[in-house]
């Protein structure tokens, strides 16, 4: 279950799907509080349509969907399950995710209805719409940025709260609160702790997109702060211009303690075979990557010794184990996301009772929430922060060098 911490005991579419071990790993590659909570008051000001002025409260009798769980609390969960591509597979993770929580906390809390979004922002808006004439509490989802623009223009006006699982912030706001992780905090944390351990230049190969951007100005940010050097060398994802990326590089690399890639897949060890090829000597430089390092081939040498940030898996084997048990497949972060969603929503409607269990007081505790994948918080923008670990790569395997914070009071590097 999640626990509240203050008492815890125990682009576009393929886009954000890759990008989202922050909304997951990008494709694979996301509480609990003992005051009382108010409904907010300032969730939006958009125009809403008349007939939602006596929006149901309660659950109506029949709802449109997969139905699951016998609980009086309807909560809708929006999914792309008929989207092309890699989205349906998302969708059936975190549905799957979902219904393990159901099963293990909430069957006589609440009710969980399954909508299909189609992955597109008029089909989503659609069934943000019935959710809320059928009784729907609280709105689980959309998973995409467009998605989620479009359904939040219903609950909003509505004062329904939706946790969805979109990686894009710009989509973050009180009332529309992501649950995914990001690529700001994930910045945030390995800058911060390669600086504690004494680097004091960084030469970063960004792609030349909104994800790029983002990084971009989060380590100018914590770079400048501390007083280092950063220089950034910005690519497309083609051969031919990460090798020109790399030839930039080669003159100017002697003055730089460190390289930042924070790219997953296949691009960090392209950069650093090409690297290779070139005659560019990286064997003093400290490698730097990011939570998307989940996705990459570890035993490749040149990332002998390389650092990035991750998730919290000291409990995810077992959820993994379980999971797998019960529907044959291993799961990603996005099963995990669907699990703590449905846990974090039970936990306040039994803690806090229906009419308060979706207030701003409860959801933005600043003491945050233990999931799956470790601690996190939901701000007062809409956007989670998650309690990171440091890992290395020795010998071709992860390593952790630094455990994730199990408080957001602790001060760590």
Do not use: H
């Given at each position: 279950m999640t626990y509240y911490l203050g008492t815890w005991t125990v682009q576009r579419f393929h886009g954000e799907i890759r990008s989202s071990w922050f909304g997951a790993i990008f494709l694979l590659m996301a509480c609990m509080l003992v005051f009382p909570a108010c409904q907010s008051t300032d969730l939006g000001t958009g125009s809403v349509q008349s007939d939602f002025s006596d929006a149901p409260t309660t659950p109506s009798p029949n709802a449109n969907g997969e139905v699951f769980g016998q609980g009086p609390v309807r909560v809708a969960m929006l999914?792309?399950?008929?989207?092309?591509?890699?989205?349906?597979?998302?969708?059936n993770e975190v549905r799957n995710g979902a219904l393990l929580a159901l099963q293990d906390f909430g069957q006589d809390a609440?009710?969980?209805v399954i909508k299909d979004?189609?992955?597109?922002?008029?089909?989503?808006?659609?069934?943000?719409?019935?959710?809320?004439?059928?009784?729907?509490?609280?709105?689980?989802?959309p998973v995409f940025a467009a998605n989620v623009s479009a359904a939040s223009a219903i609950t909003q006006p509505t004062r329904r709260t939706?946790?969805?699982?979109?990686?894009?912030?710009?989509?973050?706001?009180?009332?529309?609160?992501?649950?995914?992780y990001t690529p700001q905090d994930d910045t945030r944390r390995i800058i911060r702790y390669a600086i504690s351990q004494g680097r004091r230049s960084i030469l970063a190969f960004m792609p030349t997109n909104a994800e790029g951007t983002i990084r971009e100005a989060v380590l100018r940010q914590e770079a400048g702060a501390a007083g280092v050097n950063v220089r950034i060398i910005k690519y497309n994802r083609s051969s031919d211009d990460i090798e020109q990326a790399v030839a930039s590089a080669k003159d100017i690399l002697a003055g730089y303690d460190s390289i930042y890639i924070p790219e997953g897949n296949q691009i960090p060890n392209v950069i650093l075979q090409t690297m290779r090829r070139?005659?560019?000597?990286?064997?003093?430089?400290?490698?730097?990557?990011?939570?998307?390092?989940?996705?990459?081939?570890?035993?490749?040498?040149?990332?002998?010794?390389?650092?990035?940030?991750?998730?919290?898996?000291?409990?995810?084997?077992?959820?993994?184990t379980r999971y797998e048990t019960a529907n044959g497949s291993r799961p990603t972060v996005w099963a995990a996301l669907g699990y703590d969603s449905v846990t974090l929503v039970t936990d306040l409607v039994k803690r806090l009772g229906p009419d308060q269990a979706f207030g701003q007081q409860g959801l933005e505790n600043p003491r945050g929430f233990s999931g799956i994948n470790g601690i996190?918080?939901?701000?007062?923008?809409?956007?989670?922060?998650?309690?990171?670990?440091?890992?290395?790569?020795?010998g071709g395997e992860r390593k952790l060098l630094v455990p994730a914070p199990v408080s957001f009071a602790a001060n760590r590097t």
């Open positions: 999914l792309p399950t008929t989207a092309p591509g890699n989205a349906s597979a998302v969708a609440i009710q969980i979004s189609s992955g597109q922002a008029a089909s989503s808006q659609s069934a943000a719409t019935e959710a809320v004439r059928e009784g729907a509490a609280v709105i689980l989802g939706m946790i969805a699982f979109s990686t894009d912030t710009s989509v973050a706001k009180r009332g529309v609160y992501l649950l995914s070139q005659g560019i000597n990286v064997v003093e430089k400290q490698i730097i990557g990011s939570g998307a390092w989940e996705t990459i081939k570890l035993e490749e040498a040149q990332l002998e010794n390389a650092i990035y940030p991750g998730r919290d898996v000291s409990r995810f084997e077992e959820f993994a996190f918080r939901l701000r007062s923008d809409g956007t989670t922060e998650r309690g990171l670990a440091i890992y290395g790569i020795v």
